[in-house]
DNA sequence: ATGTCC
């Protein structure tokens, strides 16, 4: 790796195909081989024109966790990854912090979440409106439709938070919701999705491993850029917010694994040659049935994620408000770190894979012209660690040389097979407990916990000193939300 | 990530 400023590298390949690395020393020290490995695979697979990769990056599915692959010809369902459109959501609530000092009154929010948003393979929603549950007729419209103005009216969803979504909606192959509408005709006939009921009972649930909700309190850093960047993006210092993380659940699941097995056994009957010998990496190039079938798949199960997260949000306010009566709140942001977008590279039309990286548009980017970022640049929700914080990040102009594109957290460091083998649970839930961090997990999953994960200042610092973006505020976890099954008995 | 292997 030959270093080029203070936290960018190029990882130069054996076809003179460079890759942009985004990391400080420190940082670059933390890549594997397989991780780098899987980088140049990427890098040098067929009509791949860019690979970043991120200060988060480890071992992925065929291309690393953390890192941007560019293709303007061909679509590659490995880097899009298993979790379609996995996301963060932000909602900024009215309460200030001292409104949940008291451990009883987090207890009662915790208790009020969890009984309509569920942790865990498999759960759909539990105690939730029959108004809320999503039968076979809506669970259609809203994989085809995302967050239209119907679906959030049938689902209690402010309409106005659709305007707060990185995409709302997603289309078809073609451009259209028509084409999506006949694609999932065609899925729903075919044996793997006959669970579909099933998964659309998920809506408003955030699964296991790495998912989350946590509750936060606002720290906006004292700066006058950060001030006013912050009062655009509707963020309140020292007030109560609350983070979430999760995807498209089993249906999004249900999805990518169904096009990697059709694109897996396709390759292998017609022999054609997998980049670098890796079944994780098939591809389809744009224009074939393949693509078109693959595309239609993406958007119908991103389409799942959106309404779920934004389904999440509207049932933890609504729990909050259970607990703090006329407690208001508006949703911050909705962006993805696991979707293949066609944005404009390098002046050309290209198809942007994001595995684990988050789109970072600076102010004045065309694409945000319409939006209420017009000016300053979208949010960047980025999560840590409930330890050290997450943050709230704005891309700054230097973001163009990572394809407008920063990590998505902190990145895994330890294996969860080994975070589990090496690390004490009676020192990880007293470090939250000493901190007056609550949980509805009696003991904090080990593989989730603060040290399986890299340093989050040294990942900040990386991208704040190769300029891509700038903090405007800390989160601090007050509590938070998690699946317990990686917690010892 | 995922009814933790269709």
Known sequence: MIPTGDATAILPTSSTAPITVIGTAAIRDTFDEVCLQ???NSRQAPGVTDVVLNP?????????????????????????????????SLLQLDLPADAIADRRTRREIIS?????????????????????????????????QGASADVCQQLGIPSEWADRCEDAFHLGHDDSAEALDIRLATLLEQRHMSNFSDKMAQLGSYGGGNHFGECEVVEVDDNRRAREVAETFGLRDGKVAFLSHCGSRGFGHNLASGQFNALQSKFSRWDIPLPAGDRQLVYAPLGTDEANAYLDDMALGANFATV???????????????????????????????????????????????????????????????????????????PGNPR?????????????????SVNHGAGRVLGRRHAKRVLDQAKIDSELDRRDILSNCRRYPKDEAPAAYKNFEEVLKSVKTAGLASEVARLKARFVIKDASGADD
């Open 308 to 382: 779920n997260h934004l389904l999440i949000n509207a049932l933890v306010l609504e729990a909050f408000q259970e607990v703090i009566p006329g407690t208001t709140g508006s949703l911050v942001y909705f962006i993805s770190h696991n979707i293949a977008r066609k944005e404009i590279v390098n002046q050309r039309p290209a198809w942007v894979h994001r595995k684990g990286a988050t789109r970072a548009f600076p102010g004045g980017h065309f694409e945000l012209r319409d939006t209420p970022f017009a000016q300053t640049g979208h949010p960047i929700l980025l």
């Open 38 to 40: 899987q980088a140049i």
């Open 388 to 404: 050290d914080g997450s943050a709230v990040m704005v891309a700054d102009a230097g973001a163009e040389k990572s394809c407008y």
């Open 112 to 144: 009020a979440i969890c009984q309509r948003t569920p942790t865990g393979a498999g759960k759909g929603q539990r105690s939730v409106p029959k108004s809320r549950n999503v039968n076979r007729t809506l669970g259609r419209q809203l994989v085809v």
């Open 56 to 88: 988060d990056a480890h071992l992925g599915y065929g291309a690393p966790v953390g890192c941007v692959m560019v293709s303007p010809t061909h679509i590659y369902p490995g880097p899009v990854g298993v979790d379609i459109k996995c996301s963060m």
